[in-house]
Every structure is written in structure tokens, then in C-alpha cells.
């Protein structure tokens, strides 16, 4: 059972609404959050009801119940997860390629919130179980979980303010001569609704910066960074360049194998039946501690073979 939490409405607040005056005595919690508690009694205003529109004259007395309603419904279930750290309020997860995020169609069990409920059962009592973004099915890398509403809302407003760094790596088809950017908005494609794509009006906006890490014959390793999180975006951006991830089986091109190519470098790419992308590095600030964090996590095996196959490949080229 959560402890009452009670505080009194400073007289400098008087005239304001008590919505408002909640977010502000109340920060770790959502604007929403709170005034859906008001609604259903779980805050009192010297032990009464009031409506959030409602004006103070300040001295009230405020009690807010923060005993959280189970959110998720989902079944626990024993999963391995990968945690690269933890503690008391968030929880850093190296996800594999196969692990879908969330549940949904086609997907309702086996899922990373299935897993967390199951490695931290307190969870059931955050939002999404603590999840404030996600990775692609088949994408690897760095996840980072929120254990409470409060560092959930933080780390909510960190996306949103643009100050978590996300970091990845990605093998793409084609020999980029440099880096650079691309700057253009995401939506949903007009004909798959399975699928993003560019969209010259509406959409969200989405910005990816790229560096060239290492050129092969016909591929290049390719470092990202995001400023923004859409759906697909890397994926997206790169196909756009024509530039589009190998093994990626939405935005990718059909394979073809490269004159002079050996046969084992063409069955590695071949069967490479996943995106090559990445989340090598994630850095934010702590929603407690307020320090600055830093979390990386090597590639999987199956992308440092692939790596090590195309390397290898242009040396080869090279002596011949």
C-alpha cells in the first residue's frame, strides 16, 4: 500500500486552477496522470472533491492516494533478458533480434513486456510496463526500461526534449563515399500500411546523421545517430539515399550477387535475414540522480561475421 502524500496549496498559487497547481507541487507525476486521479477521487482537496478547472485561494490542504491501478494485463513470462544495468528506478536491457517489444496481432505472447513483467513483477503497476520506446523485431541493441511512473515521465520528457542519444550501426547495401544527413518527415505509406516512408506533407518529422565507419566493395558499415525516434526511421532514410540496410525484408533491395565475389562472402549475405541495424550506445540522464549516463553493448555475432565476411572479401579483391 503507497503512503498518502499531502501537501498545502502555497498562498501565492491563490487565483490559479488546481490542475495546474498539482503539476507544479506534484512534478514527478503527468499532467494527465493527475488530473485522471482527481476525477476518481484519489486526490482530495481539504477532503473533498473538486473538478480540475476549479480556482484555489491557497492554504488547502491536498492528499493524493498514489497507489497505482494495474495497467498491464499481459501474462509474465519467464524470458531471458539480457540486462546491462540496474537499479532501483530504470533497467537497461541488450535486446536480441527475434524479441518483439510489445504485444499485438500476431504477437501476444513471447514479447519483451511478457519478459519484464515476469524479471520485475512491479512493473505490472507502470504504464507499458515501463517501456518508452522500442527496437524493431529484428533489430539488436540497447533498450532502456522505466521501474516507476516517476522515472518513466522523465525519461518521457527526455525523448521528447531530444536529449537521449541513441547510437547505431548498420551494414547498408552500396559504397558511400561520406557522411551526412537526412532531413525528411515520415509517415505511413500510402499503399502498405505495414510500412513507413517519405511524406511531403503531414507525417512526423525525422532527422538521421550517418558517418561512413568502413567501406567494403559494394557495402559500407555505417554509424547513426537520431535525432528523432520514428517508426522505421534508419530503415526509412537510408532506402531513401538508396543506400538500404542489407537483409532489411520491408525496405530492401532483392539480393545480387557482386562479380568476383567468393561463394562463401555471397552465402553470408544471402541468408542474412534481418536488417543489419544496431543499438550499440544509448545515453541519458539519470531520472534520479540527474548523472549523465552512458551504456554500449557490442555488435551480435551474427552482424560481426557479416563485418568480418565483406572485410575480408575486399582484401581479397585487393590482392588479386
Known amino acids: 500500500m503507497a503512503e498518502l502524500e499531502t501537501q498545502t496549496i502555497p498562498v501565492e498559487m ?93 504477437n501476444w505472447t513471447g514479447t519483451l513486456l511478457n519478459a519484464l513483467l515476469h524479471y520485475c513483477p512491479s512493473l505490472e503497476t507502470v504504464p507499458r510496463a515501463g517501456i518508452v520506446h522500442r527496437l524493431d523485431k529484428l533489430t539488436t541493441g540497447l533498450m532502456v526500461v522505466a521501474k516507476t511512473v516517476q522515472a518513466q515521465n522523465h525519461l518521457v520528457e527526455q525523448l521528447q526534449a531530444r536529449t537521449v542519444s541513441r547510437q547505431y550501426e548498420a551494414v547498408v547495401k552500396g559504397k558511400l563515399i561520406s557522411g551526412g544527413m537526412v532531413d525528411e518527415r515520415i509517415g505511413r505509406h500510402p499503399t502498405d500500411r505495414k510500412k513507413m516512408g517519405i511524406v511531403q506533407s503531414g507525417g512526423k518529422e525525422a532527422i538521421t546523421h550517418y558517418r561512413v565507419t568502413e567501406r567494403f566493395r559494394a557495402h559500407t558499415h555505417v554509424t547513426c545517430y537520431l535525432e528523432t525516434g520514428r ?54 540522464i539519470h531520472p534520479v540522480s540527474e548523472e549523465e549516463m552512458i551504456w554500449r553493448v557490442d555488435l551480435p555475432e551474427d552482424m560481426q561475421i557479416l563485418i568480418n565476411t565483406l572485410r575480408a572479401d575486399a582484401e581479397h579483391a585487393e590482392n588479386d
Request: no cysteine; glycine share 8%; charged share 25%.
Open 14 to 106: 491563490a487565483g490559479q486552477r488546481l490542475d495546474k497547481i498539482l503539476a507544479e507541487l506534484w512534478p514527478d507525476y503527468s499532467r494527465s496522470r493527475l488530473t485522471a486521479w482527481l476525477k476518481s477521487g484519489r486526490i482530495k482537496v481539504n477532503d473533498g472533491s473538486l473538478k480540475p478547472k476549479e480556482k484555489m485561494m491557497g492554504g488547502e490542504v491536498v492528499t493524493i492516494d498514489p497507489e497505482q491501478d494495474v495497467v498491464v494485463e499481459n501474462q509474465a513470462e519467464a524470458i531471458d533478458l539480457d540486462v546491462v544495468f540496474e537499479d532501483e528506478h530504470i533497467l537497461v536491457i541488450n535486446k536480441p533480434a527475434g524479441l518483439v517489444v510489445h504485444p499485438g496481432a500476431g
Open 231 to 284: 517508426t522505421h526511421q534508419i530503415r526509412v532514410h537510408m532506402a531513401h539515399i538508396r543506400h538500404s540496410l542489407v537483409g532489411d525484408p520491408q525496405y530492401g533491395q532483392r539480393f545480387n550477387r557482386i562479380r568476383g565475389m567468393d561463394d562463401d562472402t555471397t552465402e553470408v549475405l544471402r541468408h542474412f535475414n534481418r536488417q543489419a541495424l544496431h543499438a550499440s550506445a544509448l545515453a541519458l
